[in-house]
């Protein structure tokens, strides 16, 4: 891959079709993505609903290209922001509707569960869910850095 098709961060640039910049059918999507245009210089937010909606478009595409069809740009429809930030609170703004508290933390799990594939990977992750939340445990968000100090001045160093 060369340097002239990945963005400042590590994702992969590509056109409106999600096609990497410089290769002819070769396709990234997702996190690792970034559809650059001149309207957007940056890419779409590195978000599940970029990611969910860029995927079924590919799949359409992909057919397309197969059946010597042309391919349709990748437009992002925004649907709004969800956000979990403690037990039982979230808020959510899905444009003219907005929730915060216990609704749009059910509201948050019933659409995230939702967005999962498959039964096993709703129910492990309902599973997950139960157990964290009935024993409490947060290790999951536990961001560890790891520093050693300079004795003479205290200052952390990094490794
Ligand atoms: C802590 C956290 C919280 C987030 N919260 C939200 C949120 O509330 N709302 C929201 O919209 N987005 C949220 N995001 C962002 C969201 O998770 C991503 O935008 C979304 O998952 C991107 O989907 P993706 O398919 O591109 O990548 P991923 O979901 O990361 O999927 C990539 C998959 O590829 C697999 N993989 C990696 N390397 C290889 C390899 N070499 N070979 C085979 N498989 C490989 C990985 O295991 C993974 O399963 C959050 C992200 C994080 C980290």
């Known amino acids: ?3 002239e098709s990945v963005l400042k961060g590590g994702r ?3 056109d409106g079709i999600n096609r990497i910049k410089g290769f002819t059918n070769v396709f990234a ?4 993505s970034a559809v650059v245009t001149e309207k957007n210089p940056v890419g779409f937010p590195g978000v599940a609903q970029v990611a ?3 995927g079924k478009q590919l799949v359409k595409n992909i057919i397309n290209l197969v059946n010597g069809k042309p391919m349709i740009a990748f437009t992002y429809v925004d649907l709004g922001t969800m ?6 609170k979230a808020v959510a703004n899905l444009h003219k509707l907005r929730f915060k508290g216990f609704f749009a933390w059910l509201l948050w ?5 939702m967005s999962l594939a498959g039964f096993s990977n709703k129910a492990i992750v309902i599973f997950n ?3 964290n939340y009935l024993t409490r445990n947060s290790d999951n968000r536990l961001i560890i850095h790891y520093f050693k100090t300079n004795t003479m001045t205290m200052d ?3 490794r």
């Open 1 to 3: 891959m060369s340097e």
């Open 12 to 14: 992969l640039i590509t």
């Open 29 to 32: 999507i997702g996190d690792v």
């Open 52 to 54: 969910l909606q860029q």
């Open 83 to 88: 956000e979990t930030i403690g037990r039982n």
């Open 109 to 113: 799990m019933f659409v995230h569960l």
């Open 129 to 131: 869910w139960a157990v």
């Open 156 to 158: 952390p160093v990094a």
